[in-house]
């Protein structure tokens, strides 16, 4: 069973610029939510989604975007970056069927993203 | 949105047991509590969850006040491996019902040898 995959690593952008972070969720997981991780801090919920729909977001500005593909995959996107910007940007599948309620989410390692 | 309210550390010799307190004294009665880790470098990983009874898995037990208003992670014997930052989180299904988890500070555990 392969995980949660997150790509890349770790990325370095400008200010003003817009960048794109993937996710591959866990196999038989139709459910993504992102979160981002300022240093020191926990995580905080961006957004979900769910069979290519976003079904819940967090208190973040429209330039925070996503999209959820038939594969299940994610994509997040983030416009006219501020140097607040710069976190740890984490993705987390779960099953997200009526069945697997409370089912934990798989989180990957995610992606560290630096702004100058 | 409920919240939780835990120690910012705390730090325990390895091979004894740990107890890691949470606080949650506004919880709903369809909340759920969650224990997420996240070891250095990671994403958080999850631990274990209950409703209203005591849970145990390979990895630690959950005790749950019989009020829900507070509740506890216990590591039976604490390895080095086991040094991180615990999450207590609510479940929020909400209006929304996206099940978000809405991590607070957590505690960050020491294990000392």
């Known amino acids: 069973e392969t995980g949660v995959t997150q790509s890349p690593t770790h990325l370095i952008k400008t200010r003003g610029q817009q960048v794109t972070l993937r996710c591959s969720s866990q196999?038989?997981?139709?459910?993504v939510s992102w979160y981002q991780q300022a240093l020191g801090q926990g995580p905080q919920f961006i957004f979900q989604?769910?069979?290519?729909?976003?079904?819940g977001r967090g208190n973040f500005p429209p330039r925070f975007s996503g999209l959820q593909f038939p594969n299940y995959s994610s994509e997040l996107n983030v416009n006219a970056l501020e140097l607040d910007d710069s976190a740890l940007y984490l993705c987390?599948?779960?099953?997200?069927?009526?069945?697997?309620?409370?089912?934990?989410?798989?989180f990957g390692n995610g992606t560290r993203l630096t702004v100058t | 949105d409920a919240k939780t309210t835990q120690p910012n550390s705390m730090e325990s010799n390895e091979e004894e047991p740990v107890h890691l307190p949470c606080n949650h004294s506004?919880?709903?009665?369809?909340?759920?509590i969650h224990w997420y880790r996240q070891l250095p470098s990671q994403g958080p990983e999850y631990v274990i969850h209950?409703?209203?009874s005591n849970v145990n898995n390979r990895m630690a037990s959950l005790a749950i006040a019989e009020d829900r208003k507070s509740s506890t992670l216990i590591l039976h014997r604490a390895t080095l491996r086991d040094a991180a930052v615990y999450y207590c989180?609510?479940?929020?299904?909400?209006?929304?019902?996206?099940?978000?988890?809405?991590f607070g500070q957590g505690t960050t555990l020491q294990v000392k040898p």
């Open positions: 506004t919880i709903s009665g369809t909340d759920y």
């Open positions: 196999s038989g997981h139709n459910t």
């Open positions: 987390a599948s779960s099953p997200g069927s009526e069945t697997s309620y409370n089912s934990p989410l798989h």
């Open positions: 989180i609510l479940r929020d299904w909400g209006s929304s019902n996206t099940g978000k988890l809405i």
């Open positions: 989604y769910y069979r290519e729909e976003e079904n």
């Open positions: 209950g409703l209203t």
